[in-house]
């Protein structure tokens, strides 16, 4: 009989999950969340569980309960959490093995110890990986915070504890707003993850994101599938990433590869996990954490390694051994990845709902699609802004670039902005070309006006003539005809007299 | 009649689209041929067209368009996923607001006058048509040849002065063209 895997996930990932589980044989199974009950994901899957959450006050993939009990009734061998939701939430993946359910992932214990991110740092120290300058442990208050922060000099940053996805975390330049600062990040944290315990420690002023991909099994073999470099972020979440970086050198490779296989190892970690490092503009770096889910980015690594992660992520779960060795990982020219999210780039990337009434994606063998809508789809400010994933693969990082960009301008939507307009510029930018970007980049570099361009601006002219013109026109009973063959512009005329 | 001209006759197909960055675009639509944007005729090809989306073909690139909204005279479309504001004027209205707002005004006026004495025999155009410049407005007979007077701008005739069959002195004034060329 076919085991039976659910994903606790929904659009783009559940269908990149489901494809993997019926690589390998499995029944896939997800939920029909009544705040989507038309998303395009459940047309890939072979049973649909009704999860009846209309009434709830969260949606099942954030209800361990809920999700445990119908997996339960359903007979599910397997769980895949995807990433977000109930990825990393340790008492999630606790409760799916008390109840006999295989998690995809990490032990519960593992990922509680990741999430507690000073924990996982004092046991990074421990297999000798280096740190940000900062304090050893949660600093006690808002004065401690201050004596701590005189000491290492400012700009210092101030990070919950439990924290994540930029809530309860504050940079701090000058002494005098540090104790307003603090209070108000810990109060967010006890808000947000109901832990108010905050650490500081050393800001650095223009870095870079890097991250190592790691794959163990529960024989103790662990590898790691070389960087990616995420430091094209917005409000400190990623929006682009690429793989390899431009900024570590095959030496480095090795040393920090070497260094999250140790750190893997030396805490007996298996399945998929995420080593993320900071890099200083000398090119000095330091661990920063560990993420313990498979991530939205990790489609670069794959292009340009040719292993499938989460294949191996369900094979690990499964108890299978890890037949790829260190050896056997070669990094093959260079991946892009833009994140398709509805948001505004011209207005702070404020997030756009309703209806897609049409979308095209690029089509091409060096371009990967990971999408979770299509023609009609519904956006709602019930989750998260993202829909699709464009990730473009090419011999050298000229090339990919190169690739991304003419892949961009192919794609189109009608009916709602996104962030692709804003790749292409970024991918247009000397410092983006020249790998010198940084996290910064958007807050120091970016403005709205660079989305524009002069060939744009004068067709949009165009357009906006033409649809006045036909009104216009039409007033003085004069229809003209500027045709292209069958076509006819004026055919508008009756639609825009509203 | 030069055929050569882009400008064809009818004013009521020029448009001017304002940015608010103050960038000006003097559109044409001709009734069977290329949009002319600011003097220039535009290999510009209509792909697609559906409600309120257009896509065109320039250069080998494609151009989403959009409209976002429209508020009367006022448009927002977008463009290949950015938006751009503008607002939209018909020749004559702008040529109005060009008038009454002094500092502003982008229309100069050029006037025509007879180069010599003489007599106009024929005039080719009207009152309110659009002109290229250099091109012929009327015919002046003296001293038995005839000679075109032509439009020194590109630009909407505002008052033709004289009639057919008229006798003129040198400098006396022919026609008044209020120029688009700024």
Known sequence: MKQRLLIANRSEIAIRIIRSAHKLGMLAVVFQCDREPDALYLNYAD????ARDAGNEKPIFLDPELIVNLALEHNIDLIHPGYGFLSENPDFAQLC????INFIGPSPELIREMGLKTVAKS???KAGLPLVPGSDGPVKDAEAAKAYADKIGYPVILKASAGGGGRGMRIVNKPETIERNFKSASDEALAAFGNGDMFIEKFLLNPKHLEF?????????????GERECSLQRKHQKIMEEAPSASVTPNMRKEMGDMAVRFAKSIDYYSAGTIEFIMDEDGSYFFMEMNTRIQVEHPVTEMVTGVDLVDWQIRVALGEELTLKQEDIQINGWAIECRVNCEDPQNRFSPQTGFIDKIHFPQDENIRIESGVQNGSVVTPYFDSMIAKIIVHGKDRADV?????AALYEFSLIGLKTTVPFCRTVLQHPEFVNATYTTRWVEHVFTS?????EEDEMIGALAATIMYASEYLQLSSDLPTYKNDSLNVWVLNKRLNY | MGTTYIYKRDASRLFIALRENGK????YIPKESKPVINGEELDIDFVEQEDFHYTFNWNGKRFHCELVSRDQNKAVIKVNGVEYKFSLESLFSYIRHGMIDKDGSQINENNIVSPMPGKIVDIFLSEGDLVNEGEPILSLEAMKMQN????????VIRKIRVQQGQSVMKDELLVEISSIDV
Not at chain 1, 213 to 225: A, P
Not at chain 1, 401 to 405: A, S
Not at chain 1, 449 to 453: D, H, I, P, Q, V
């Open chain 1, 401 to 405: 670039i190169q690739k991304t960009l």
């Open chain 1, 47 to 50: 049973e649909i569980i009704p």
């Open chain 1, 449 to 453: 006006e660079m989305l524009e361009n």
């Open chain 2, 148 to 155: 075109e007077i032509s439009a020194n701008c590109n630009g």
């Open chain 1, 213 to 225: 991909q790691i794959m163990g099994d529960k024989h103790g073999n662990v590898i790691h599938l």
């Open chain 1, 123 to 125: 046991m990074a120290i």
């Open chain 2, 24 to 27: 000006r675009y003097k559109i």
């Open chain 1, 97 to 100: 093995v008390e109840n006999g």
